[in-house]
């Protein structure tokens, strides 16, 4: 395990009366359980993040190499056809 | 959380673009700060009509897919958004500020979204940042 830090973290009574029940039925000390529910979501929503930018990431890697006029993202004259030069 | 307007995803998806590049490089720092990304159904209808004029219809399918199995989260217009960007609409001084990017900013605004990842100057002048 990497090294470990310590923090201070403010609980209200109820979730930290739960962490301990929690930690309790399954065998882990009550910081370990921190670690671990903490560790869980952290890299869930660290995952489900990348997301967004993993597909904008796949669309630049995939991006179309055709003849295209240079100012097509930024000129809103090409949308819907109007003022279309190619 | 950061919105992300038709001219990134644009730039992102046409080699040939002048922004290409520049948008790669802005992408790189979306991906440090791991903020939440919004866009709104206006920016998807854009960009794909575009890409399906300019390029491919099959890249255009391609950007929806993508962006539709993505989490990035997309905001609706509905009637009471409709209302607030037809009057923020109806400020703008300069011709050039589309419906559509009334429509992102009321968006951007009602979410308290502060950072724009676009090359649209004009959402500075609207109070908003641009990522850079």
């Known amino acids: 395990?990497?090294?470990?830090?310590r923090t201070q973290v403010l609980f209200p009574v109820p979730m930290l009366e739960d962490l301990r029940l929690v930690a309790a039925e399954k065998g882990w000390s009550v910081s370990e359980a921190v670690r671990r529910l903490v560790g869980d979501k952290?890299?869930?929503?660290?995952?489900?993040?990348?997301?967004?930018?993993?597909?904008?990431?796949?669309?630049?890697?995939?991006a179309y190499q055709g003849k295209v006029p240079a100012d097509l993202s930024t000129n809103d004259d090409y949308l819907y056809g109007y003022g279309r030069k190619t | 959380m950061i919105l992300v307007d038709a001219d990134a995803y644009l730039a992102l998806n046409v080699e040939k673009d002048?922004?290409?590049?520049?948008?790669?490089?802005?992408?790189?720092?979306?991906?440090?700060?791991a903020e939440?990304?919004?866009t709104t159904w206006d920016v998807v209808d854009e960009v794909a009509t575009k890409l399906a004029y300019f390029t491919t219809k099959k890249k255009a399918n391609e950007f929806l897919g993508l962006i539709l199995d993505s989490d990035t989260r997309i905001e609706f217009m509905d009637r009471g958004r409709g209302r607030l960007t037809e009057k923020l609409f109806a400020k703008q001084s300069s011709k050039k500020v589309s419906l559509t990017d009334c429509a992102n900013m009321v968006a951007a605004r009602e979410l308290g979204i502060r950072?724009?990842?676009?090359?649209?100057?004009?959402?500075?002048?609207?109070?908003f940042g641009l990522v850079e």
């Open chain 1, 1 to 5: 395990m990497a090294n470990l830090v």
């Open chain 1, 42 to 62: 952290v890299g869930r929503l660290r995952k489900r993040k990348r997301m967004a930018v993993e597909a904008m990431t796949l669309m630049a890697k995939k």
């Open chain 2, 18 to 33: 002048a922004h290409h590049k520049q948008a790669i490089n802005l992408l790189g720092q979306l991906r440090e700060v």
């Open chain 2, 36 to 38: 939440d990304l919004v």
């Open chain 2, 115 to 127: 950072k724009i990842f676009s090359f649209d100057r004009h959402y500075v002048r609207n109070g």
